[in-house]
């Protein structure tokens, strides 16, 4: 499973690519709302240039035209931006529009497996189940996951899962096993990936005993 980043901080970005674990990066408004000083597109262009994968940019219009035309601008941006379009009616008839046009689409907002497999069948090259909210709606957010992978899986579709709004480790070895293509997580989760207390003392007691020869 490939790790994507969900955020449109710079610094984070460059931190975890670094690490050479980075694939990917999604934005959304509410992501883009944290950041100052900066535009949208300026911004997007700049995660594209500190990471080597897709970084998903995502639209605000409502109806199909602003849609295929805030797309069709994105798509401008750089070539490794996806077009993010919400799930919906008008949202499916523009990502069929566009990626027949060769745009890569990432349908966002997929709350179902039914979802799931129209965004699929629309011609989305990924689709993203919100895991965290569903189960914050008192659902099994990773149920969506794993129904959606048998489904592209059993049917051949080449949409990859794109697991999203993960909150914790846990969600993210839940996304795995599941068969998610790839998760997008908030820094936080990316940190907490890499922290385990026994590792921490295992450094320490190593540490220790190395000094123990260094001295001699
Ligand atoms: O980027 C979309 C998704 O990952 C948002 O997550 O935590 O706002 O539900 P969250």
């Given at each position: 499973m490939r790790l994507f980043l969900d955020t449109a901080n710079i610094d984070e970005i460059r931190d975890v690519a670094r690490m050479g674990v980075l694939a990917g990066v999604t934005t959304n408004p509410t992501l883009m709302a944290?950041?100052?000083?900066?535009s949208y597109r300026d911004r997007v262009i700049e995660i594209c240039e500190a990471v080597n994968g897709p970084v998903s940019a995502e639209c605000t219009s409502r109806e199909v035209e602003g849609l295929l035309e805030e797309g069709r601008g994105i798509a401008t941006w750089h070539p490794n931006v996806i077009v993010k379009i919400p799930m919906d009616a008008n949202g499916l008839e523009a990502t069929s529009i566009l990626a027949g046009e060769g745009i890569k689409i990432n349908m966002t907002l997929i709350f179902s497996a039914n979802q799931a497999l129209l965004a699929a069948l629309a011609g989305a090259t990924y689709v993203s189940p919100f895991v965290g909210r569903l189960d914050d709606a008192g659902h099994d957010g990773m149920e969506v996951v794993r129904q959606s992978v048998a489904i592209f899986d059993r049917y051949n579709l080449p949409a990859q899962v794109l697991a999203a709004s993960i909150r914790s480790s846990t969600h993210v070895i839940a996304a795995a096993l599941a068969g998610s293509h790839i998760a997008t997580l908030p820094y936080a989760v990316l940190q907490a990936m890499i922290k385990h207390p026994l590792t921490d003392t295992g450094i320490e007691r190593f540490l220790a005993d190395a000094r123990k020869y260094a001295s001699v």
């Open positions: 944290k950041e100052s000083g900066i």
